[in-house]
């Protein structure tokens, strides 16, 4: 009887075993449906990675619930309540644990920015080595995006719970997808879409993180840039993004410069199917991949816009030609870090 209770112990262990093996994610398959250590759709949109001590951390829009399209929208604005912004951690950039909602909605202030009725989009973040704070950046709207701000938060852990500290238009100017970026000298940026879209603003930031100091540059002057992911390699500047048509798809641009508020120069690095539109995604972050030289991570949003939630997407690895610095997304279906294995 002991036997057989023993046997049926182990065969239920070493199913579950099997189980917990079988979740494990091994490749990145951009388009499809990817799921968190504990087998949910990782639901993080428009979102930022921060490596900090050995854990990567991936923050998003957390969109849930049902979509809709208001019925006083003029354009194809789709929607879904202000939920907050999620956080993931991973070390190996393919499991993710769920840490939970680190910058929650709001329900009991309809003044809020991050009240449900609002919008909140593109979450970044970044760390101050001095203030030892992670501080977040956010797009923060009105339903009709006549708002065009940016809102920051706070927190003394990456994990969270992010504190909001208010929304403000970064130097009096429209700001709307937006990202940060740290240089090497700890000096951060917050480039944001401005003008109306169609002008890119570098705003530099005060020592803090939680302000814009007052200096800052326009370029992509008419060009509709927007959703910006900005990186360094070597000692050149990058910032890749899309064109603007809202949830729909268009041309990846990547461009670079010599000094980051300095002239930038542009062409497409998407190569194989659909390149020409970005693979149906849309740009959202560019992840150096610790440990590697030469090797980053292009991330994209692909956008179902009539069920948000349900929004994939794209990783691919973003290839550099170390003769010729020639930098390419190319698509593929399945794939995993060892591609820059045979990259110097
Ligand atoms: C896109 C933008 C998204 C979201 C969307 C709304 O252009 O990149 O973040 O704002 O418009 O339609």
Redesign the pocket.
């Known amino acids: 009887m002991l036997r057989r209770i023993a046997i049926a112990v182990m065969a239920v262990c070493s199913w579950g075993a099997l189980h917990v093996q079988a979740q494990k994610n091994e490749f990145f398959r951009p388009k499809e449906v990817w799921n968190d250590t504990e087998g949910n759709p990782i639901n993080a949109h ?1 979102g930022g990675v921060l490596y900090y001590k050995g854990t990567y951390y991936w923050y998003g829009e957390y969109k849930v619930g049902k979509t809709v399209l208001p019925s006083d929208a003029t ?4 929607r879904t309540d202000v939920t907050g912004v999620s956080c993931y951690s991973s070390k190996d950039l393919l499991n993710w644990k769920f840490e939970g909602v680190v910058l929650k909605a709001n329900p009991d202030d309809d003044e809020s920015d991050l009240h449900p009725s609002q ?1 909140v ?2 979450p970044k973040v970044i760390y101050n080595k001095k203030t030892k704070k992670f501080v977040m950046w956010i ?1 923060a ?1 009105s339903p009709d ?1 006549g708002k065009a701000a940016a809102g920051v938060a706070v927190s003394d852990s990456p994990t969270g719970e992010f504190k909001y500290l208010g929304g403000f238009r970064p130097n009096d100017q429209m700001s ?2 937006q990202t940060l970026f740290v240089d090497d000298d700890g000096t951060a940026y917050q480039f944001s879409s401005s003008e109306n ?1 169609q002008t890119m603003h570098i705003n530099r930031l005060t020592a803090d993180y939680i302000r814009p100091d007052g200096t800052y540059v326009r370029r992509f002057i008419g060009m509709s840039r ?2 910006p992911a900005v990186f360094k390699y070597g000692t050149k500047y990058y910032m890749l993004s ?1 064109g ?4 729909d798809p268009n041309s990846a641009e990547l461009a670079v410069a010599d000094s980051i508020m300095g002239e930038w120069t542009v062409g497409d690095p998407c190569t194989g199917p659909d390149a020409e539109k970005t693979f149906y995604g ?1 740009s959202t972050c560019v992840i150096p991949i610790q440990g590697k030289k030469n090797a980053y991570i292009a991330c994209f949003d692909m ?1 179902k ?1 009539t069920d948000l939630q349900d929004s994939r997407y794209i990783w691919l690895p973003l290839i550099i030609n170390p003769q010729t610095q020639q930098m390419t997304i190319p698509w593929q279906t399945e794939w995993n870090l060892s591609i820059f294995n045979n990259k110097k």
């Open positions: 428009g354009w194809e604005r789709y919008v989009e593109r797009h709207d995006y709307r997808d879209n927007e959703a899309s603007c048509t809202g949830w849309q956008w816009k």
